[in-house]
């Protein structure tokens, strides 16, 4: 946490750090008065009764004063260079015309024990050092979404959305960069590492043995998605821009995937039902879009018939994991 803070600080006055101690147990209140008392003009603690991690940045959207709003993990970090940079752009874009929605950076899987770290770009997918438009997207590259990680979005947009994270559930971040994207106009990229995502620890939520065990909470978030997805007052927003909607249900069809593979991984009877019943709630809710993802390459991989078909799907999401080193 300490490393998370101090990676912060270098930002200076321009940076309004919001610390949300959300009911912690250990020495999260303490650390994070000792900073409020050291740089009271840069850092504010919020101490609250868990309600977890969304809990945490409902909280945090909620008190920001500040033009734009990134979320920052404990255990993560933000990289000093690319952190300063970022922020001269941030200054030089907050009064421009038109304003300015949303800017993207890389980020970096940095994993415990790897000394080669992989890093998500997008410089072939959006335009670099300028302002655009969907209309300018092109086309996301599989496991090149767009992640906490990688996003600052203008904190009035957050708000205006209307966007609400879900309490005591993990895996809320998938809602954070999914409901706001239709009211995104402005965008844009710097190619820069900015953000350190720390994982490989044994009790991380993105562990897969972790994951397995709050697939409930992963099957929660997917069914949420699915309804905003699927709701006909979004509709209009999200048909506005072809790559806007082509890149949502990329966005869906993986996390739906996701879910899926996290059943077919735990392999019991339950877990297998859970699935099954993930694919009825998505057919209850449109079935045009049920039929578009059960037919898909990913939705038939996951339907493989029988013991031998969901041994293939759990060594394709190895092979993949391994590749990608999401966790």
């Known amino acids: ?47 609250k009764e868990n309600g977890g991690h969304g809990s945490a940045v409902n909280t945090g959207i909620e008190n920001a004063t500040g033009v734009f709003f990134k979320v920052v993990d404990s255990d993560d970090r933000l990289k000093q260079s690319a952190y300063l940079k970022v922020l001269d752009k941030l200054r030089e874009l907050s009064g421009a015309s038109p ?15 790897e000394k080669k770290h992989k890093v998500i770009h997008y410089r072939s997918t959006l335009p670099t050092d300028k302002m655009f438009t969907w209309e ?7 496991g090149h979404y767009i992640l906490m990680h990688s996003v600052i979005f203008r904190t009035k947009l957050l708000r205006e959305c209307g ?19 239709p009211y995104v106009r402005n965008m844009y990229y710097m190619d820069l590492n900015l953000y350190y995502y720390y994982i490989g620890r044994v009790d991380q939520s993105v562990n897969q043995k972790v994951m397995i065990s709050r697939i409930d909470q992963q099957l929660r978030v997917n069914k949420l998605m699915i309804d905003y997805y699927t709701d006909k007052e979004n509709q209009p927003k999200i048909n506005a821009h072809p790559q806007l909607r082509k890149y949502m249900y990329n966005y869906l069809e993986i996390i739906t995937t996701i ?3 996290l059943a077919i991984l735990a392999n019991t009877p339950e877990d297998l039902k859970k699935k099954d019943d993930l694919w009825k709630y998505l057919r209850s809710k449109d079935y045009f879009l049920y039929l578009r993802l059960r037919n898909g390459i990913f939705g038939l991989g996951v339907n493989l018939p029988g ?6 799907t759990a ?8 590749f990608f080193q999401f966790n």
């Open 136 to 142: 300018d997207v092109g086309h996301f590259r599989k």
């Open 259 to 261: 879910s899926c593979v």
């Open 307 to 312: 013991r031998g078909g969901r041994a293939l």
């Open 163 to 181: 966007v609400r994270l879900p309490e005591h559930c993990f895996y809320v971040d998938n809602i954070y960069v999914f409901e706001p994207l």
């Open 1 to 47: 946490m300490a490393k998370c803070i101090d990676s912060l600080l270098v930002g200076g006055e321009d940076v309004e750090i919001i610390i949300v101690d959300d009911g912690s147990k250990d020495r999260t209140a303490e650390i994070a008065d000792r900073y409020q008392v050291l740089h009271p003009n840069l850092v504010r603690v919020i101490h």
């Open 315 to 322: 060594g394709g999401y190895k092979i993949v994991r391994h």
């Open 99 to 113: 304003q300015l929605d949303m800017l993207l950076c890389n980020y970096v899987y940095d994993k415990e024990g």
